[in-house]
């Protein structure tokens, strides 16, 4: 059986005199310890890929590595983006390569790379010939007994697993299905998180996260959270992050404000009531009628109509007083006037 390959490398040189190397230098001088970290963070990247290179694309895969790098070096995407220019006019990494790619390597990555990956072919080959070379009677009689040997052991454990793992039988019914755990976890959370999209992306995100049952719980509440807060309700949750992204940058540790009424809302236009309408306290005046005064009129409630008035009264009539011409009492028309 041939050995599995290995992908990446799990170190890599670190060199003495990075700090004046004139690829990497310029870029420390002007931004500081900043560009240092950015440049080995890249590298770590590139070293463990399978194509030792790193995406910074403006894909989605892309932006979603550098938001995470920003947030790991805790700057944001301007100073990310004069620290890569620098880097790529000095040649640290590969200008060409970025622009055709939108990815991120060097001729010295892909040559200290391969010569790790030279020596792993040479040993893969001796280890192939080694194994395939004609043994003894009495090795192969010794091989057989420790292959049994451990193949009874192997068994004995497989079947520890099975009854560890197997779900009990329900009485008059059959096993139910073993469901993974993460899977579980990840649905309740798709199911809680208000935008639908990439969802393979979040659910590898997930899978890095591992969380577990507290942590669960403590992303849930988060979720519920933002989605009260001003940003995730603005323009329909135009805002909103995607999913594999808010799972990156384990945003369920920032802290909401929440809103106390939906974004957009008037509501305190609620306080207002039309006049005709009753408050608690029965203070704002009803539009019901009191019913036909004596000059056969209405009069709302609290009100009375200017005819009702005894000054407008004759001593001997229950009509209003009027004078020449039909003023009313009290007023004098326009022409009497002077």
């Known amino acids: ?17 990075v700090t004046t190397d004139p690829k990497i230098e310029p870029a420390i001088m002007r931004y500081g ?31 979603e590595m550098r938001e995470v790098i920003q947030r790991k070096l805790h700057i944001d995407e301007q100073q990310y983006d004069n620290i890569l220019q620098s ?21 010295g990555i892909q040559k200290r790379a391969r010569k790790v990956f030279e020596k792993r072919e040479r040993e893969a080959e001796r280890y192939e010939s080694k194994i395939s070379a004609p043994i003894s009677a009495a090795e192969t009689g010794a091989e057989m007994t420790q292959s049994i040997a451990k193949k009874s052991i192997e068994n004995k454990s497989t079947e520890k697993k099975s009854i560890a793992t197997t779900p009990l039988t329900p009485a008059g019914g059959s096993a139910a ?31 890095r996260v591992k969380p577990t049952a507290e942590l669960h719980a403590k992303i849930i509440k988060a979720v519920a959270t933002a989605k009260r807060t001003e940003q995730w309700q603005r323009e329909n949750g135009r805002f909103i992050p995607n999913p594999a992204t808010w799972l990156n940058q384990g945003r369920w540790d920032d802290e909401y404000e929440e809103v106390t009424q939906p974004y957009g809302s008037n509501s305190q236009h609620s306080r207002f009531k039309l006049a005709w309408e009753e408050d608690d306290n029965d203070t704002v005046i009803n539009k019901q009628h009191t019913g036909p005064n004596k000059a056969g009129g209405f009069a709302l409630s609290g009100f009375h109509r200017a005819e009702d008035a005894e000054w407008c009264k004759d001593d001997d009539a229950d009509e209003p007083k009027k004078q020449d011409g039909g003023a009313l009492a009290g007023f004098k028309q326009s022409d009497d006037s002077g």
């Open 33 to 63: 310890a900043a560009a240092y970290a950015f440049y080995f963070v890249h590298l770590e990247y590139c070293y463990r890929s399978d194509d030792l290179t790193v995406d910074i694309s403006a894909t989605e895969t892309g932006a």
């Open 177 to 207: 299905p073993v469901i993974n755990i993460q899977e579980k976890r990840f649905e309740e959370f798709w199911a809680a998180y208000p935008k639908k999209t990439g969802k393979q992306a979040a659910f590898k995100s997930w899978q």
């Open 1 to 17: 059986m041939a050995r599995p390959r290995k992908t990446g490398l799990d170190y890599f040189p670190h060199d003495v005199d």
């Open 87 to 107: 880097f790529l006019r000095h040649g640290a990494f590969d200008a060409d390569f970025y622009a055709k790619t939108g990815k991120l390597t060097s001729h």
